[in-house]
């Protein structure tokens, strides 16, 4: 498929066709299965959580400068020592062989193509070095903390060698939450998909399905340790030279204690409203988090990122950058590479543009006067 110019294609039939992110997503529901989709799309509890960011995101309002010089406008940024062609990167997520055959190889190829970060997930179903040889980008490594530590051993082994550039624990997930979609469905991961970095012993849960209940949840119960405290960093700080980054945290407490604990990032995160329903949305939390680090460690942004202006409003409210996740894989399901590249372009380009409309044509020109929010004192301008 060729790269949108203009953000405009041709459809069968000569009409022009603008492909916005909805458009893939439509396209990807009606290709994936039901189960599958549900499996991607749904969310924990009542799924208050599914809109909840995206509310809170639309709440912000930019405010833009005029009479700056805007001719060229530039939004590269660094990241934890990676160079990105905009302050954009994807979420971990598992099991991209769900939405296309080739999976995370096909995800490394776009995210390189374009110049942003890839968060690889621990249950990717391609191998960490098949990914690695396909990205032209940094990648980095997300794990959930195991029963076995031998197993994150081995993987962060692994990333290590093949180049990844750090490693993201999720902290918000002792246990998956009960996600009404999956156990309706029944859900189980399909025959021919796998978490191929973990054996098929440790897996072996994901696998089996059972009527009225999730077998992601399933595995969650039996191979995550629910144990762990903020004492337990120092294992996995001691196990690696790559810098740690915890994904998951929503509050200004927690986001102390990541600091003190030496932690060098912070992704402010819903997990796309997968685990706690009814809690506050990760939007609504970044400018509290901001606070609290005070400068201490980097803060990413991830959740019901849709539009070039939402990372817009993300820098202004302090983030060094922002994650984008299901789009991506809608991406995929539409075209493989190539959707998912196009994905991400549609963002850039976006943000490139808002730049330009709000005066700022660096991302060091964004800050908390750029955005106001009603009744939301904290996002006021200063």
Same mark, same amino acid.
């Given at each position: 498929?060729?790269?949108?110019?203009?953000?405009?294609?041709?459809?069968?039939?000569?009409?022009?066709?603008?492909?916005?992110?909805?458009?893939?997503?439509?396209?990807?529901?009606?290709?994936?299965?039901?189960?599958?989709?549900?499996?991607?799309?749904?969310?924990?509890?009542?799924?208050?959580?599914?809109?909840?960011?995206?509310?809170?995101?639309?709440?912000?309002?930019?405010?833009?400068? +005029?009479?700056?010089?805007?001719s060229r406008c530039d939004p590269r940024t660094d990241l934890?020592?990676?160079?990105?062609?905009?302050?954009?990167? &994807?979420?971990?997520?598992?099991?991209?062989?769900?939405?296309?055959?080739?999976?995370?190889?096909?995800?490394?190829?776009?995210?390189?193509?374009?110049?942003?970060?890839?968060?690889?997930?621990?249950?990717?179903?391609?191998?960490?070095?098949?990914?690695?040889?396909?990205?032209?980008?940094?990648?980095?490594?997300?794990?959930?903390?195991?029963?076995?530590?031998?197993?994150?051993?081995?993987? &962060?082994?692994?990333?290590?060698?093949?180049?990844?550039?750090?490693?993201?624990?999720?902290?918000?997930?002792?246990?998956?939450?009960?996600?009404?979609?999956?156990?309706?469905?029944?859900?189980?991961?399909?025959?021919?998909?796998?978490?191929?970095?973990?054996?098929?012993?440790?897996?072996?849960?994901?696998?089996?399905?059972?009527?009225?209940?999730?077998?992601?949840?399933?595995?969650?119960?039996?191979?995550f340790d629910a144990s762990i405290t903020w004492e337990d960093?120092?294992?996995?700080?001691?196990?690696?030279?790559?810098?740690?980054?915890?994904?998951?945290?929503?509050?200004? !407490?927690?986001?102390?204690?990541?600091?003190?604990?030496?932690?060098?990032?912070?992704?402010?995160?819903?997990?796309?409203?997968?685990?706690?329903?009814?809690?506050?949305?990760?939007?609504? +939390?970044?400018?509290?988090?901001?606070?609290?680090?005070?400068?201490? +460690?980097?803060? &990413?942004?991830?959740?019901?990122?849709?539009?070039?202006?939402?990372?817009?409003?993300?820098?202004?409210?302090?983030?060094?950058?922002?994650?984008?996740?299901?789009?991506?894989?809608?991406?995929?399901?539409?075209?493989?590479?190539?959707?998912?590249?196009?994905?991400?372009?549609?963002?850039? !380009?976006?943000?490139?543009?808002?730049?330009?409309?709000m005066g700022a044509p660096t991302v060091a020109g964004f800050?908390?006067?750029?955005?106001?929010?009603?009744? +939301?004192?904290?996002?006021?301008?200063?």
């Amino acid at each position: 498929m060729d790269r949108l110019t203009d953000r405009d294609r041709r459809t069968e039939n000569g009409e022009n066709e603008v492909l916005r992110l909805h458009t893939y997503e439509a396209a990807a529901r009606e290709r994936l299965p039901g189960p599958v989709w549900d499996f991607l799309a749904g969310g924990s509890g009542t799924e208050s959580m599914l809109t909840a960011g995206r509310e809170a995101l639309d709440r912000i309002r930019l405010r833009p400068r +005029c009479l700056v010089d805007v001719s060229r406008c530039d939004p590269r940024t660094d990241l934890l020592g990676a160079r990105l062609a905009a302050p954009l990167g &994807i979420a971990p997520m598992a099991y991209h062989r769900l939405a296309h055959p080739e999976g995370e190889v096909a995800t490394a190829r776009a995210a390189g193509d374009v110049g942003a970060l890839l968060t690889v997930s621990m249950f990717a179903s391609r191998t960490l070095e098949d990914i690695a040889a396909e990205a032209g980008g940094p990648l980095w490594l997300q794990l959930y903390w195991l029963r076995r530590r031998d197993l994150m051993l081995d993987l &962060i082994r692994r990333a290590e060698a093949a180049g990844y550039r750090a490693l993201v624990l999720t902290v918000d997930a002792p246990r998956v939450a009960y996600r009404p979609r999956d156990a309706a469905n029944g859900f189980a991961v399909p025959p021919g998909i796998r978490a191929v970095n973990l054996s098929q012993e440790v897996m072996a849960a994901s696998h089996g399905s059972r009527d009225g209940e999730s077998a992601v949840a399933r595995h969650s119960r039996e191979q995550f340790d629910a144990s762990i405290t903020w004492e337990d960093l120092a294992w996995l700080r001691g196990a690696t030279s790559l810098p740690v980054v915890l994904k998951g945290v929503l509050t200004g !407490e927690d986001a102390r204690l990541a600091v003190e604990h030496g932690v060098a990032g912070v992704i402010v995160s819903n997990h796309g409203g997968r685990q706690l329903d009814f809690a506050r949305s990760a939007p609504e +939390c970044l400018a509290e988090v901001v606070d609290a680090v005070d400068g201490g +460690c980097r803060v &990413i942004l991830d959740g019901s990122i849709r539009h070039g202006a939402d990372l817009a409003k993300a820098l202004c409210l302090g983030a060094d950058a922002v994650l984008i996740g299901r789009p991506v894989l809608w991406g995929l399901a539409h075209s493989g590479a190539e959707g998912a590249a196009e994905v991400l372009r549609l963002i850039v !380009e976006e943000f490139e543009e808002t730049m330009a409309l709000m005066g700022a044509p660096t991302v060091a020109g964004f800050g908390r006067a750029g955005v106001t929010s009603p009744g +939301c004192d904290h996002l006021s301008a200063r």
